[in-house]
């Protein structure tokens, strides 16, 4: 690959607190670095319509604490298909874009890749809260929803205990568990239901928390992951019938993809973002930035795609045995 002169910018899926800070960092190192950068407006759509801005050092300010993206994000079915990839290709002839740079999940890296496949060289970098990208030990996003969560799920418990009732929380995280699991260990859940731990409503929900109140415990948590799909209303009904605590359901929803991102994720995204920008300046294409080990390092696009991230169970034992 040679040098890239002209690098595209995409947010894509989901938005992810931290996402404007990536864009800030890739626009400001590229720029010192001499190659020009373009941003491409809500993801693959804006690469197949064109919708394409310049961006330049100062078009970047005051956007690091900022949630959302500027960018704007979207999901493009269209880019799903050859002729959408095709499409795609000519915007950046047209442009002259010849290194892009995509913020989003695992469903955005598929889209790189197989831009990447078409000779458009393309670096991901993870960006959603899920932090489900089995490639990378940390998503950008991931931190500032934890936070959410957690400043969420005090102030139910406030209530919850004053009234000597159970709250079920059920947080966001698609199929995978790890918001669900994480803020579950910072407030202290006496439950936490994720789909990749299977369970049986008598033993791990009713006989423990009715085990519990043994021990002189009054009100309860449960942290559920969106993933198992339950009516939380109706698994309240059940919890409140099986035990005679009052119980109530609440669904956090959007709120936990907001905000203005964490010092964690501002710092992430601006490491990530640099990285990315030097990895295209090396003529390095298809590869994603990831953390491993508490260390930034490239894969490949498609290598990173085919991995599968093993679920956390020795947190989710320790947990259970912790918050009793
Ligand atoms: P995320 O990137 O957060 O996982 P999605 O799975 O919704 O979010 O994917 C975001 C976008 O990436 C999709 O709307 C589509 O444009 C693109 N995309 C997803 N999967 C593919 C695929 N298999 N091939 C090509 N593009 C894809
Ligand atoms: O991937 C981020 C995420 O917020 C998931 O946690 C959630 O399942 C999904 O996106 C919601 O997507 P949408 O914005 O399409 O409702």
């Given at each position: 690959?040679?040098?890239?002169?002209?690098?595209?910018?995409?947010?894509?899926?989901?938005?992810?607190?931290?996402?404007?800070?990536?864009?800030?960092?890739?626009?400001?190192?590229?720029?010192?670095?001499?190659?020009?950068?373009?941003?491409?407006?809500?993801?693959?759509?804006?690469?197949?319509?064109?919708?394409?801005?310049?961006?330049?050092?100062?078009?970047?300010?005051?956007?690091?604490?900022?949630?959302?993206?500027?960018?704007?994000?979207?999901?493009?079915?269209?880019?799903?298909?050859?002729?959408?990839?095709d499409l795609a290709v000519e915007t950046c002839k047209k442009f002259g874009i010849d290194g892009i740079i995509v913020i989003g999940g695992d469903g955005s890296f598929r889209g790189a890749a197989d831009l990447s496949a078409k000779g458009i060289p393309c670096v991901g970098i993870p960006g959603t809260i899920d932090n489900d990208i089995a490639a990378s030990d940390y998503t950008i996003g991931f931190n500032t929803a934890l936070e959410t969560i957690c400043e969420c799920v005090d102030k139910i418990r406030d209530t919850s205990q004053s009234h000597d009732r159970c709250s079920i929380v059920e947080v966001m995280g698609r199929d995978a568990g790890w918001l669900a699991l994480e803020s579950g260990i910072a407030v202290g859940a006496t439950i936490i239901l994720v789909k990749e731990i299977p369970f049986d409503f008598q033993k791990d929900v009713i006989d423990r928390i009715n085990r519990t109140i043994k021990t002189g415990k009054k009100h309860f948590i449960i942290v559920v992951s969106e993933g198992l799909e339950l009516d939380v209303n109706e698994f309240a009904k059940h919890v409140e019938r099986e035990t005679n605590i009052v119980t109530r359901a609440t669904v956090l929803g959007y709120i936990?993809?907001?905000?203005?991102?964490?010092?964690?994720?501002?710092?992430?995204?601006?490491?990530?973002?640099?990285?990315?920008?030097?990895?295209?300046?090396?003529?390095?294409?298809?590869?994603?930035?990831?953390?491993?080990?508490?260390?930034?390092?490239?894969?490949?696009?498609?290598?990173?795609?085919?991995?599968?991230?093993?679920?956390?169970?020795d947190a989710y034992n320790m947990a259970n045995s912790v918050n009793i």
């Open positions: 690959m040679n040098k890239v002169k002209t690098i595209g910018i995409l947010t894509s899926g989901g938005d992810a607190p931290g996402m404007n800070a990536a864009l800030r960092a890739i626009v400001r190192s590229a720029v010192v670095k001499g190659i020009r950068v373009v941003g491409i407006k809500r993801g693959y759509n804006g690469l197949i319509k064109g919708d394409i801005i310049e961006l330049d050092l100062r078009s970047v300010s005051d956007i690091i604490h900022k949630g959302g993206t500027y960018l704007y994000t979207a999901r493009c079915l269209e880019f799903k298909d050859e002729a959408g990839v936990q993809r907001g905000g203005s991102p964490s010092v964690m994720d501002r710092v992430m995204a601006t490491k990530m973002g640099a990285y990315a920008v030097n990895l295209l300046e090396k003529g390095k294409g298809n590869r994603v930035v990831v953390m491993q080990k508490n260390k930034l390092v490239d894969i490949d696009i498609f290598d990173a795609l085919a991995m599968k991230k093993e679920f956390d169970f």
